[in-house]
């Protein structure tokens, strides 16, 4: 089957645009978190720190930048607030001084019990069942992972 090459005019039309499907989609994932996470004293990239460190403990800054896709200017100050918090802890490595280590400390451990929920609330959120939302992460970091060989 072969399909029309779609007009100039309709290429450009907004509510054609992946890009902004997704920017508008995170916008509204975004604002669903926030209630979510207040009770946990948590923003949403503070919680995306933590759901990292809950799963790999000890993680160095760079790996965790790397995790997160974050460079070290914008996760710095996201550490030291959630440090400050008492949630974390950031050590330097005895054998490489350069290399900072995030520790999680047992406060910051205990929030994952308080955290299971969130998940549950955004999915019930979603309207969709779970294989349909799986199947939409997995085609998401797919391009994901497409784009930043292209870029």
């Not at 090459?5 to 309709?10: A, G």
């Not at 669903?32 to 923003?43: Q, V």
């Not at 054998?95 to 969130?118: C, F, K, M, S, Y």
Request: charged share 25%; glycine share 4%; proline share 6%.
């Amino acid at each position: 089957m072969h399909t029309a090459k779609p007009s100039p005019d309709e290429l450009l039309k907004l509510d054609n645009q992946l890009c902004f499907a997704i920017y508008s989609a995170s916008l509204a994932m975004t604002r669903l978190y926030k209630p979510l996470l207040e009770p946990l004293g948590l923003t949403y990239p503070q919680y995306l720190v933590m759901l990292a460190l809950w799963e790999a403990d000890g993680l160095t800054v760079s790996a965790l930048g790397e995790r997160l896709s974050l460079d070290s200017g914008t996760l710095t100050p996201l550490l030291k607030r959630l440090e400050a918090a008492g949630l974390l802890s950031r050590v330097r490595d005895a054998a490489d001084e350069r290399r900072v280590h995030i520790r999680l400390t047992a406060p910051g451990r205990n929030l994952r019990a308080q955290a299971a929920e969130v998940p549950r609330c955004v999915l019930a959120a979603s309207q969709c069942p779970l294989d349909e939302l799986a199947q939409l992460n997995q085609q998401l970091r797919a391009l994901r992972d497409r784009l930043r060989q292209a870029a």
